[in-house]
């Protein structure tokens, strides 16, 4: 089987995915020996069974934060993946708030659901682990969930980095570096002054520093959809040189396309 990502969902907010103008299923990554779902949001089975994508083949499930448009079929999903546990089968990757809360956010996974994968890992930034043939790193995020994530993704085609929901920090330029292919939830358009999630405008200062070889921005909110994010797209390219694409639901590209910099690194490891 080819490599592949696809998104099972590009909703950003709760007036977006509550009306499912866009769908809100997460992202999936497949390859040979690996099916990982990125931030299984409500709807995420449904996305999967409309793909259809056999969810009993998921390696792995990546959660980086507590909010239910990220994690709401989260503990349906792993009893899918089990049998209700009877089969227990996967990995779950999460951070420390979905697990067990943080005080303001209480934790979405149950005490029943702990006990349907292979392994339960929780991560903090600059933390790793392996699955098989795809190495998982933690990024940093800044975000209201105190213990949010991103995950940079080494797969044996390229290197996919996933912002997850964050506000713009220098921090996230290192972290970002040297992907392949970087994914930001940019959930505003230029102009916008807002707390919470990326802007195009946090876009453009990224892609100026980090220069992947492809970006693709999701996860839109109201004011973004009503600019238009393919538009938006066109704009952080035209300031930046870096292609842009902005996805829609049941996108989908083949990452060893994109895979410049991760077969440069592999060719100058090897000489």
Do not use: W
Not at 95 to 103: I, K, L
Not at 121 to 146: G, R, Y
């Amino acid at each position: 089987m080819g490599s592949r990502i696809l998104f099972l969902g590009t909703a950003g907010h709760h007036a977006i995915y509550g009306t499912q103008v866009r769908a809100s299923g997460g992202i999936l990554l497949q390859g040979e020996g690996y099916q990982v779902h990125l931030d299984p949001g409500p709807g995420a089975l449904l996305q999967l069974n409309n793909y259809k994508i056999n969810v009993k083949e998921h390696t792995a499930v990546a959660v980086t934060h507590a909010h239910l448009n990220h994690c709401n079929d989260l503990n349906v999903m792993l009893g899918a993946m089990s049998y209700q546990g009877f089969d227990r089968h996967g990995i779950l990757i999460t951070n420390e708030t979905v697990v067990n809360g943080d005080g303001k956010l209480t934790p979405v996974l149950t005490h029943a659901h702990r006990n349907f994968v292979e392994r339960l890992i929780v991560l903090k930034p600059s933390q790793k682990v392996a699955i098989d043939e795809v190495e998982i790193h933690a990024l940093p995020a800044f975000h209201s969930d105190s213990h949010a994530l991103g995950f940079k993704l080494y797969t044996p085609e390229a290197i996919i980095s996933y912002s997850g929901d964050t506000k713009y920090h220098k921090d996230l330029l290192e972290a970002y570096d040297k992907s392949d292919i970087l994914i930001l939830n940019v959930q505003h358009p230029f102009g916008a002054k807002e707390e919470e999630g990326l802007s195009s405008d946090d876009a453009v200062k990224i892609l100026q520093k980090v220069k992947p070889v492809l970006c693709v921005i999701t996860h839109f909110g109201p004011r973004m959809m009503k600019e238009n994010p393919v538009y938006q797209a066109r704009e952080i390219q035209k300031q930046t040189n870096v292609q842009v694409i902005a996805a829609e639901d049941g996108f989908e590209l083949t990452p060893d396309s994109y895979a410049a910099i991760s077969k440069q690194k592999r060719l100058t490891n090897f000489e």
